[in-house]
């Protein structure tokens, strides 16, 4: 058991109601409930593009690693899971796309998958999986942390900029999918320069564009129809 509180059901709703809930680290007996849950979120998705789905082998393999998958269970049962993965070399390894040193690409974790079951949304579970495995890491000695996220899913996104993980790259990853590539230093926190440059989130081409002039997305602001991101140059590079 990690740790163990309450949480709403239709959070906001008439039919809201506070249940206890327990966080803990899964293994292969519950490969079931996972399934089930993923099966759960992908069906609820409007734009199902946002969220890429795995096979049981996929999460099996995972499971069987020592506390890689983070399960929140309430008396409905899982409600939800965070899995890390760790890409060693493999070409996948989001070190890559963001240029960390070949040296530090065993250093390198993954956030790799995510969801909260509908009904529990609003609840930050989110926040606090990620924000326990990732001390949890650092702890460990792992040196980077990488993830993908959609830039139309805003909840996760800000979540995990929240996390303190930066973007640093925007490309099709995985043939077809358009995914920000965010990045963390576990070690040494990420320094922003002075000018800031905000843009809005449905500019996909000029936020390749600042990107790609050495600008990183640190931060986003909700607005009335949509978000803007955050962009500065790092320190060393804002002249
Ligand atoms: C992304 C996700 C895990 C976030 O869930 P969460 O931890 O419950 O999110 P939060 O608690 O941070 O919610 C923050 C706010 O966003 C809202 N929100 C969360 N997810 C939302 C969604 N998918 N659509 C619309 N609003 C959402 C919450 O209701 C909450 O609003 P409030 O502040 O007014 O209460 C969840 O939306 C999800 O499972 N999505 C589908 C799978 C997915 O996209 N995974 C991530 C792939 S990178």
Redesign the pocket.
């Known amino acids: 058991m990690i740790e163990m509180g309450y949480i709403k059901r239709n ?2 709703t008439f039919l809201q109601a506070d249940l206890s809930y327990e966080m803990r680290f899964m293994d292969e007996d519950n490969l079931d409930e996972v399934m089930d849950l993923q099966e759960i ?1 992908i069906h609820h ?1 409007n734009d199902k593009e ?2 890429r789905t795995h096979s049981a082998d996929y999460f099996r393999e995972h499971l069987q690693a020592e506390k890689s998958v983070i399960g929140v269970y309430c008396q409905d049962g899982l409600i939800a899971y965070n899995v890390l993965s760790f890409p060693g070399d493999s070409k996948d390894n989001f070190g890559l796309d963001v240029n960390l040193p070949k040296d530090d690409l065993l250093d390198v974790i993954h956030l790799a ?4 079951h509908p009904d ?8 606090k999986m990620q924000h326990i495995h990732l001390k949890m890491m650092a702890n460990l000695g792992y040196k980077h942390v990488c ?1 993908m ?2 830039p139309k ?1 805003r ?2 996104l ?2 995990i900029l929240s996390q303190g993980l930066i973007i640093k790259a925007l490309k099709i990853k995985f043939q077809w999918r358009l995914r920000y590539i965010m990045h963390k230093n576990l070690l040494s926190p990420c320094l922003i320069g002075p000018d800031v440059v905000r843009m809005d989130g449905k500019d996909i081409l000029g936020q390749i564009n600042l990107l790609n002039r050495g600008f990183q997305g640190f931060h986003l602001s909700r607005l009335s129809d949509g978000f803007e991101i955050h962009y500065a140059k790092p320190p060393s590079l804002a002249v």
């Open positions: 959070k906001g979120v998705l946002m969220f998958t995510i969801a909260v529990f949304r609003g609840n930050s579970l989110q926040s993830c996220v959609s899913n909840p996760s800000q979540n």
